[in-house]
């Protein structure tokens, strides 16, 4: 890849093809800016993953470059990857709206790296100046406060990046709304490119305001004689809020579970965002101690995350709070990608524990914080972009979107669907594609390990959908014998005791693999000796079965 000395480049290190990773980038000359840094929630097939981050190697290559990182708003998608980011170059400064700063504090304390992080609180009027780049924001709406579009300013025009954002003319929490007139002032000053937020891009219509939604939850809890367990991101201070609004309404006392969730409502009202009277919280002795009707659960787990508060309830395993007859679960969120089949069975399984189940936008107890169509239609009339690049969603998304971008005035030639890595060039009067980057997905397992490898996870699929067979041999190389064995061991492959024939069998072919590789007049290397039994035995085994099981050969040398 080369970059002109006359041109700026934009490529995303994640967040387009997919929900989530979201990470884009503007390069001149030897300035980078970096616009949000996110995870990705794993699919069910990326077994003992907890998250999904991008490639930084382009960045840590070019680390001398980078001037900031700016965040357009909290939410894990934006945010998840910046302590990992910070581990491999952590001169970067980081940029961040206050609510949005309180949630990164946390994850960095959690990595032992707040001490050494220059962080800073930005604003709408923030100005941020370095050589050649500069940046601004502008206000916009979504489902958690201080959310932000970044404005990235080159010798060519503006790079804007809306963030996630939806036009809410009425949003809650004495959050301001949309500034429009900075939008439109950005697009009278001149903007080179576009990259806006695609998620709804399906959606036909204007999205709901989040005032819509506090109504509609408002009137269901307080119609609600039981126990109430509200569920929601912990994030989503909006619907955090007007849960406890309801609740105060209603005389009932409140509960949090969730290190998440405790942390969200703390940085709340740190920030001034929750007013809560005093004696409204109570620990779990004393929410299990009242009336059901006078008691509400705030909880995570919304997405069906088995070690989520929520999850433990469901399943009994909770130390302080079990389900009760009459118990209303509220779902106050939709599932991510990926997701819905475990928030289903989480449903299922409160329902089968006796509690009554409200989820879905059926019960308007959810609205979505992405703009539809015709906001993405008007998000595009105000920036009058020359060039148009949808991010934030899956290839049919950003498709849609270039289409709706054309309906509001740009050029069909001047509209990229891009994918991750891929950079563009934009010059006075042209725009190219100038190459690649690395921008692959790296996975975290549970333990909080970074880049767990692709090979580590195929291993994980083939055992849990194959199982696995270990043979066991003790062999005498000098002799060329085979001492004890070889044995054959089953585990998730087949029953043996119901499979001797093929057990026996399978010890057969060992033997002879062995046999036949100690006698060569060459001496077989070990790792040539093992490969020849995971080839032979595989073969043999799929014969049988179909199936192809994890081989492990243990060979044992008698010295």
């Known amino acids: 890849m080369r970059i002109k000395n006359n041109e700026v480049a934009i490529f995303a290190i994640g967040g387009l093809h997919e929900i989530g990773k979201n990470m884009y980038c503007v390069q001149y000359q030897d300035e980078i800016v970096i616009m949000d840094c996110g995870i990705k929630f794993p699919e069910d097939n990326l077994l003992g993953i907890n998250y999904v981050i991008s490639d930084y190697s382009y960045l840590v290559k070019n680390r001398k470059k980078i001037k900031a990182l700016v965040v357009s708003h909290g939410h894990e998608d934006h945010i998840g990857g910046i302590p990992f980011l910070l581990e491999k170059i952590p001169e970067i400064p980081v940029y961040a709206t206050p609510f949005a700063l309180a949630l990164i504090r946390g994850k960095l304390d959690e990595h032992g790296i707040l001490s050494t992080t220059e962080i800073h609180e930005e604003h709408e009027d923030t100005v941020l100046k370095f050589n050649k780049l500069s940046v601004s924001f502008f206000r916009t709406t979504h489902s958690i406060p201080d959310t932000l579009g970044i404005a990235v300013h080159t010798p060519l025009g503006a790079v804007i990046f809306t963030g996630d954002f939806k ?45 819509f939604v506090a109504k509609s939850l408002h009137d269901i809890i307080t119609g609600i004689d039981g126990r109430i367990i509200f569920a929601t991101f912990a994030s989503n201070l909006y619907r955090v809020s007007t849960a406890i609004e309801a609740a105060i309404d209603t005389g009932r006392k409140v509960a949090i579970f969730g290190r998440s969730m405790e942390n969200g409502v703390q940085n709340g009202i740190d920030l001034g965002y929750l007013n809560l009277p005093k004696g409204l919280i109570v620990d779990s002795d004393e929410i299990n101690r009242l009336p059901p009707e006078k008691a509400m659960i705030l909880c995570t787990g919304s997405q069906g995350e088995p070690l989520a508060a929520l999850s433990r309830i469901a399943n009994g395993t909770h130390r302080q709070i079990s389900l009760q007859p009459n118990d209303t679960v509220i779902f106050s969120s939709n599932p991510i990608p990926g997701n819905t089949l475990s928030v289903n069975h989480l449903i299922n399984k409160l329902m089968e524990g006796g509690a009554n189940v409200i989820h879905g936008r059926v019960n308007n107890v959810h609205t979505s914080g992405h703009g539809g169509q015709e906001e993405l239609k008007m998000m595009v009339r105000l920036a009058k972009p020359k060039y148009m690049i949808p991010v934030h969603g899956e290839y049919r998304m950003q498709v849609i979107h270039t289409e709706l971008a054309q309906e509001a005035g740009v050029p069909a030639e001047n509209t990229f669907v891009l994918s991750n890595g891929e950079v563009i060039c934009f010059g006075p009067d042209s725009a190219r594609i100038a190459g690649h980057i690395p921008a692959g997905d790296v996975y975290v397992d549970t333990s909080g390990t970074a880049d767990v490898g692709n090979v580590v996870v195929h291993d994980r699929q083939v055992l849990s959908e194959e199982g696995l067979v270990v043979a066991v041999a003790t062999v005498d190389y000098k002799h060329k014998r085979v001492l004890a064995g070889p044995d054959i061991l089953s585990r998730g492959f087949v029953y043996m005791r119901e499979s001797t024939e093929l057990i026996s069998q399978a010890q057969k072919h060992v033997y002879h693999v062995l046999r036949n590789e100690m006698a060569k007049p060459d001496k077989s ?35």
């Open 167 to 211: 036009f809410d003319l009425t949003p809650v929490m004495n959050q301001p709304a949309p500034d429009f007139q900075r939008m439109a002032k950005l697009g009278d000053e001149g903007v080179l490119a576009l990259l806006s937020d695609s998620t709804n891009a399906e959606v036909s219509q204007f999205t709901k305001s989040e005032r």
């Open 525 to 559: 290397k070990d790792s040539d000796i093992r490969k020849a039994i995971v080839d032979n035995l595989s073969d043999f085994l799929y014969s049988k079965t179909e199936r192809r099981p994890m081989i492990l050969p243990m060979i044992i040398e008698k010295k």
